[in-house]
């Protein structure tokens, strides 16, 4: 019988029956992010208000939460959204960017994070920082190689009973027990704004898809983004061309492409 936890399977799955996912995220990335979702065959809702926030994640299939562009108001929203999501057993992602910046950020994050979020998504200057360690990120830009946070994303995996991804040139996944490492995508992703925060927003759709397996969803997710980006930067010639590409070439993979590409290893 086929292996249905597959990237392809997953896709082919999340595109027959499309979720709608609250993507709570930041001013810089919400166009672009949205556009990913819609390339890859999910509907995405930007949905923050603290009014409507905590309603809408409940008639959701997931909900993605990122910091980016933090204010108290939005913490508002973001926190009514999770708590709604883990009341109606529904998964949310959290990708705490930047959050060792200020203590504004700190203080919200420690409060995200007592709200048991299914899967956490971050570079690897974040994940170090998350679990404790010192990193040596700057702003928002990791500054930190993928290897140096593995240690750091299986202890925060088991303390928060999680799944972590932690982005980079190679990519690391962990629930703790299981691990993974994806290869791909391109050079040019990190030239392109918001890239990163439109996939913590994909990754909350492969999540809705298989709610019950957030290890497979997220290395699904991860799979789809690396192979459309290793597609995309073969024909780009800079950052420009390289984003419109990417969003063809995601739209473009069908389930036996992204298994026949996809390059995830054992950790």
Partial sequence: MQNQTTPGTLLTAMRTNPPLVQCIT?????????NVM???????????????????AAISGAVTINIGTLSTD??????AAARSAAKAGKPWVLDPVAHY???????????????????IRGNASEIIALAGGISRGQGVDSRDPVELAEESATLLARKHRTV?????????????????????????????TALGCALTCLVGAFAATRPEDPFSATVGALAAFGVAGERAG??????????WRFLDALAALDEKAIDREARITPA
């Fill in 26 to 34: 930041n001013f810089v990335a919400m166009n672009i992010a949205a």
């Fill in 164 to 192: 972590v991804a932690v982005t980079g040139a190679t990519d690391f996944v962990t629930d703790g027990e299981r691990a993974v490492r994806l290869e791909g995508g391109s050079p040019l992703m990190p030239q392109v």
């Fill in 74 to 79: 939005w913490l508002a929203g973001m926190t």
């Fill in 234 to 243: 073969r024909e780009a010639a800079g950052p420009g061309s390289f984003s």
């Fill in 101 to 119: 910046a200020t203590s504004f950020r700190r203080e919200a994050v420690a409060a995200l994070l007592e709200l048991r979020p299914t899967i």
């Fill in 38 to 56: 819609l390339a890859a065959g999910a509907s995405p809702a930007m949905v923050h208000a603290e009014e409507e926030a905590g309603e809408f």
